[in-house]
Structure formats: structure tokens, C-alpha cells
């Protein structure tokens, strides 16, 4: 089975300073996405960044960037130079084109503080 | 112009009662779903269609039927509501796993 684990509950970054997330995943997929997915307070579901498994290199976004080791089966997020509205809920996710479905781990909630 | 609307917002309702919520999308997507978000934050997915047609139905009580008419529309009824179907319920689409949209969601109170 597939499964996707973010092992920090909560984290806690000082504005303009680097967060990271961690991410792992498990599958025996060889072609798959991951995904970040940001929910703040509002609850919208707002997509960060998408990964495909095969490009070694990593996916960047503006502040954000990923640390993708397929080997490890690992998927980290920096977010650099936080911001006071990075403050949310944020979820890394998975998915393969057989089952079409997204798999999400259990959150880490980031507090972005002044 | 909303990709994924979905309504209501927030519905608060009696144990027992029958509910839907309205899902529709304007992005051309072939697949649409429900997930559920519970108290805990942690979303799973419950169903999904792909030009009307279901692919997933992830050991749902028989309770939540989802009808999707044409393949911008996935509505989910639910029947005989119990406090335990207090959750955001997020409908949302794509197009072969190249993004998922997500609507705004709708928090469910069951009273």
C-alpha cells in the first residue's frame, strides 16, 4: 500500500528565515507525483508545488523549492525567506497515474512568527 | 471565475436528516472527487469519477451516494446523517494527475 508520512506535527519559523518540511513516502511505483498542498486558516486547499518522479531535478517555485530523493523515497519543502502568510496547514501528497488518486500525509502545521 | 465551486460553505443539521452538497467545476477536467477532512486535519479521499463514470469508492458507508449528471458535476448526497459525518468535505478535479483543484470546502455539523 501506499502511504505518505510527515513526521513533524507542528514547526515554527521566525519571518525571512528557511523552514524545511519532511516528507516520505513508500510505493513500489516507479512512475508517480508528489505534491505540497498549503491550507490556512481560510481552508482552502492551495497547491504549492508538484514534482514528477521522473525528473532528478528538483521542482522550484518562487520562495519555495523541493528536496527530492527517489531513492529515499524522500520529498522535503523549503520555504525561504518565510513569510507572515506562509502561516498554514501544510500537506505533502502522492499519487500514480494507475490509481489517479492523492494519498496525503497527516500535516505539519507551520507558525510563521515576527 | 471559480475553477471548483462547491455548496454550501457550512451546513449544520440534525442526526437523521438527508443532506447534499454541490460540486461543479469549469476547468474541462475529465475526473472529479469528494475527500473528507477530519476533525484531525487528515483528508482521504472517498470517491471518485471520471466522465460520470465512478473509479473510486473507498469503503463509504452506503449512506453517501455521489450522482454526477455530466462531467462537471459530482454532487454528493448524504442520508441518515450521524454526528460521526461532521468533517470539510472538499470536492475536487483533474486532468491525468497533472494538478488536482480543490474547492473551498464544506464544514458539516451534525447536531
Known amino acids: 500500500a501506499q502511504t505518505v508520512t510527515q513526521s513533524q506535527p507542528e514547526m515554527s519559523v521566525q519571518e525571512a528565515e528557511t523552514v524545511t518540511l519532511s516528507c516520505t513516502y513508500d510505493?513500489?511505483?516507479?512512475?508517480?507525483?508528489l505534491f505540497w498542498y498549503k491550507q490556512p486558516p481560510s481552508r482552502q486547499m492551495i497547491l504549492v508545488i508538484r514534482q514528477e518522479a521522473y525528473k532528478q531535478q528538483n521542482a522550484t517555485e518562487n520562495r519555495f523549492s523541493v528536496n527530492f530523493q527517489k531513492a529515499a523515497k524522500s520529498f522535503s519543502l523549503k520555504i525561504s525567506d518565510s513569510q507572515l502568510g506562509d502561516t498554514a496547514m501544510y500537506f505533502c501528497?502522492?499519487?500514480?497515474?494507475?490509481?489517479?488518486?492523492?494519498?496525503f500525509g497527516t500535516g505539519t502545521r507551520l507558525q510563521v512568527f515576527p | 471565475d471559480t475553477a471548483v465551486s462547491q455548496t454550501p460553505k457550512y451546513l449544520v443539521t440534525q442526526m437523521g436528516n438527508d443532506k447534499s452538497i454541490k460540486c461543479e467545476q469549469n476547468l474541462g477536467h475529465d475526473t472529479m472527487y469528494w475527500y473528507k477532512q477530519d476533525s484531525k486535519k487528515f483528508l482521504k479521499i472517498m470517491f471518485s469519477y471520471n466522465n460520470k463514470e465512478l473509479i473510486i469508492n473507498e469503503t463509504v458507508p452506503n449512506r453517501f451516494s455521489p450522482k454526477s449528471p455530466d462531467k462537471a458535476h459530482l454532487n454528493l448526497h448524504i442520508n441518515s446523517l450521524e454526528l460521526g459525518d461532521s468533517a470539510v468535505y472538499f470536492c475536487?478535479?483533474?486532468?491525468?494527475?497533472?494538478?488536482?483543484?480543490f474547492g473551498s470546502g464544506t464544514r458539516l455539523t451534525v447536531v
Open positions: 510505493t513500489s511505483e516507479n512512475n508517480y507525483y
Open positions: 475536487a478535479s483533474s486532468q491525468h494527475a497533472l494538478g488536482y483543484t
Open positions: 501528497a502522492f499519487t500514480n497515474l494507475n490509481t489517479d488518486k492523492l494519498i
